[in-house]
T-cell receptor
Framework: DGGITQSPKYLFRKEGQNVTLSCEQNLNHDAMYWYRQDPGQGLRLIYYSQIVNDFQKGDIAEGYSVSREKKESFPLTVTSAQKNPTAFYLC??????????????FGQGTRLTVV | AQSVSQHNHHVILSEAASLELGCNYSYGGTVNLFWYVQYPGQHLQLLLKYFSGDPLVKGIKGFEAEFIKSKFSFNLRKPSVQWSDTAEYFCAVILTGTASKLTFGTGTRLQVTL
C-alpha cells in the first residue's frame, strides 16, 4: 500500500536529549513537510523539502533540523535547543512542480513527550 | 504575513443540524484552497479542494465549500451533520507559484451530539 509512515507513534525523551523522528513515503512524491500540531494552534510548518538534498525553513524551524538524502525519507531531529518540544508531529508529502501543487498526504503522526 | 483564520474554535451541533465553518485567508495572489479533517485517532485526510473553475466545490461525505474571492473566504458547509462528523476541521491555503508553503488555520473542533 502506498502511503506515509511515521515512526514511532509515541516517543518519550529526557530534557536535553536530541531525538529523531522518522518519516518515509512510497508515493514517489517530490515534496515532503514537517508540521507541528498543538491544541488551539493548528498545524505549523517546521521544514519542507521540494527535492532531494534541498530543504527550507518553515515558520517555526528554530530548534529543529532535517535532512533529505533520499526521495523517500525526511527525518526530523528535535534538538535540545527547542524550548517546548512536547507536541504532535506530522509528516506530509505531495507531488509538486513550479506551477503544480496537489494535495498533501499525511502520516499518522508522532507524539513526542519530553520529561 | 500570510495567514489563514478559522474563527470558530469549537462548535457543538445536534445531529441533523446544518453546519458552516468559516475560513478566511490574507493572501493577495491566486490561491489553492483545502479543507482537511482529522477524526479522533486518525490521520489528517482531505475533504475537498479548490484549484480553479466552479467556486462551489463538493467533497466527500456530503461536504461542500464555496470560494468567494472578493471576501477571501472558503467556508465549509454541510446541510445535515451526523454524529460521525465529530472531528477537527482544518482550512489550508497555498499561494500558487510558491510551492510547499501550505499554511493551515488553527482548526475547528466540531462536536455532534445525538
Amino acid at each position: 500500500d502506498g502511503g506515509i509512515t511515521q515512526s514511532p507513534k509515541y516517543l518519550f525523551r529526557k530534557e536535553g536529549q536530541n531525538v529523531t523522528l522518522s518519516c518515509e513515503q512510497n508515493l514517489n512524491h517530490d515534496a515532503m513537510y514537517w508540521y507541528r500540531q498543538d491544541p488551539g494552534q493548528g498545524l505549523r510548518l517546521i521544514y519542507y523539502s521540494q527535492i532531494v538534498n534541498d530543504f527550507q525553513k518553515g515558520d517555526i524551524a528554530e530548534g529543529y533540523s532535517v535532512s533529505r538524502e533520499k526521495k523517500e525519507s525526511f527525518p526530523l531531529t528535535v534538538t535540545s535547543a527547542q524550548k517546548n518540544p512536547t507536541a504532535f508531529y506530522l509528516c506530509a508529502s505531495s507531488m509538486e512542480g513550479d506551477t503544480l501543487y496537489t494535495e498533501a498526504f499525511f502520516g499518522q503522526g508522532t507524539r513526542l513527550t519530553v520529561v | 504575513a500570510q495567514s489563514v483564520s478559522q474563527h470558530n474554535h469549537h462548535v457543538i451541533l445536534s445531529e441533523a443540524a446544518s453546519l458552516e465553518l468559516g475560513c478566511n485567508y490574507s493572501y493577495g495572489g491566486t490561491v489553492n484552497l483545502f479543507w482537511y479533517v482529522q477524526y479522533p485517532g486518525q490521520h489528517l485526510q482531505l475533504l475537498l479542494k479548490y484549484f480553479s473553475g466552479d467556486p462551489l466545490v463538493k467533497g466527500i461525505k456530503g461536504f461542500e465549500a464555496e470560494f468567494i474571492k472578493s471576501k477571501f473566504s472558503f467556508n465549509l458547509r454541510k446541510p445535515s451533520v451526523q454524529w460521525s462528523d465529530t472531528a477537527e476541521y482544518f482550512c489550508a491555503v497555498i499561494l500558487t507559484g510558491t510551492a510547499s508553503k501550505l499554511t493551515f488555520g488553527t482548526g475547528t473542533r466540531l462536536q455532534v451530539t445525538l
